[in-house]
């Protein structure tokens, strides 16, 4: 690790003085030691590039800052930090903007109560065959367990729930529509 911290900073005195190739290699070396650091502060690997690209276009505009007597990996993380920041910064502010006022909710809607209740329904369950709608009856208007209504019409609570189960999709299908 010692030889590859040499080898930026001679890289990158070498690139000062005009050595494209070593400024290419300098590059290449960057990249794959932020990628791994971008990677794991953001979600999407193609965010990852995209900043990946702005930190590397950074360096190039900040290159006649760097002290060549100090160590290239800390100047260059110092400028990644500040990039990803400035990402950040920008992609939450526009999700700021998405986002909806809690001023804009109706809160005057009770969002506990469900949509739809056995009395809203009722007249679609009246259609459903006679065992359904009296399983559905006594289980939701009337509040029994599904063991409760296969001891009272003398069947057993797996059928009690298949046929619940059925009567349920009968319904979605009804009120999809």
Known sequence: MGDQKVNLEELMRQASAGDRLAYAALLRRTSQMLRPFLKRRLS???EA???LQEILISIHKARHTYDGKRPYEPWMYAIARYR???YLRTHYRD???EAVEISEIDLAQDVTEPALSYESIRGEI???PDKQATILQ???EEGYTS???AERIGMKES???VAAHRAYKILRKILDR
């Open 159 to 161: 059928a009690v729930k």
């Open 49 to 51: 590039e995209d900043v």
């Open 95 to 97: 999700e700021l903007r």
């Open 84 to 86: 990803l920041q400035d």
């Open 147 to 149: 063991k409760e209504v």
């Open 138 to 140: 006594m289980m939701h």
């Open 126 to 128: 009246e259609k459903l």
């Open 44 to 46: 999407h690997a193609s």
